[in-house]
């Protein structure tokens, strides 16, 4: 079946904008992460959201960043007024979750985000 | 919340040697402990993982070991091969406990030169 979608692939925009990214999870995965990694480091945890119960928000950089997930499925992460320092690739993954044993996440393609 | 740290960050092994990866962990009600690697370009993937019921677990030539007592687990790759080098990420995680998140390392670049 599909994998994780994530769009765009490419988001160029300049200091000081907002912008949207989005995160198609594989359909019938509860569980949804979004990771943002920098150039050469590892994978900064941002936000996760199981199913209805409310998002573990604690990686969220500054209250710049926030996140939605509309009907269990697709998820936004929003950066408002955008800083250089938000360059990145934001990966989404998503799992089976809930009282499934099967714990693997699969990445999305990421986004790579570039703040002129 | 967890804490996962990981050494070394980068490793460089000659072909058919063997490489090790270190990470501990500060929660210890963790339970469950993945290995996640990324080629150079691409999306991470799982390779193999551990719950804390068991000490080691191996598939072919890559094994885990989990000490639960220090809070630490290893990454055990044998015959190292061209193909293996990447970044190798380890994670974290109390799936008891509804909502916690699985938190990850900073990742170890590892180098297989033929």
């Known amino acids: 079946g599909a994998g994780v979608s994530q769009s765009p692939s490419n988001k160029v925009t300049e200091k000081g904008k907002d912008v949207e990214l989005r995160c198609d999870p594989i359909s019938g995965h509860t569980a949804l992460y979004w990771y943002r990694q920098s150039l050469g480091q590892g994978l900064e945890f941002l936000i996760y959201f199981q199913g209805n119960s409310a998002p573990d928000k604690s990686g969220l950089p500054s209250d710049r960043f926030s996140a939605e997930r509309t009907g269990g499925s697709v998820s936004t992460l929003t950066i408002q007024r955008t800083q250089q320092e938000d360059s990145a690739v934001y990966l989404c993954a998503s799992s089976r979750g809930g009282d499934s044993r099967n714990y693997e996440q699969y990445f999305g393609p990421g986004t790579r985000l570039t703040v002129t | 919340g967890e804490n996962v740290e990981q050494h070394p960050s980068t490793l460089s092994v000659q072909e058919g040697d063997s490489a090790v990866i270190k990470c501990t962990y500060s929660?210890?009600?963790?339970?469950?402990f993945p290995w996640y690697k990324q080629e150079l370009g691409k999306r991470p993937q799982l390779i193999i993982d551990?719950?804390?019921?068991?000490g080691e677990k191996k598939d072919q030539r890559i094994a885990v070991t989990l000490n639960k007592t220090a809070k630490h687990f290893s990454l055990h790759i044998t015959e190292t091969q061209p193909e293996d080098s990447a970044v190798y990420f380890c994670a974290a995680r109390n799936t008891n406990q509804a909502g916690t998140a699985l938190i990850f390392g900073k990742g170890t670049t590892l180098s297989v030169s033929s």
């Open positions: 551990i719950r804390s019921n068991v």
């Open positions: 929660d210890s009600a963790s339970n469950y």
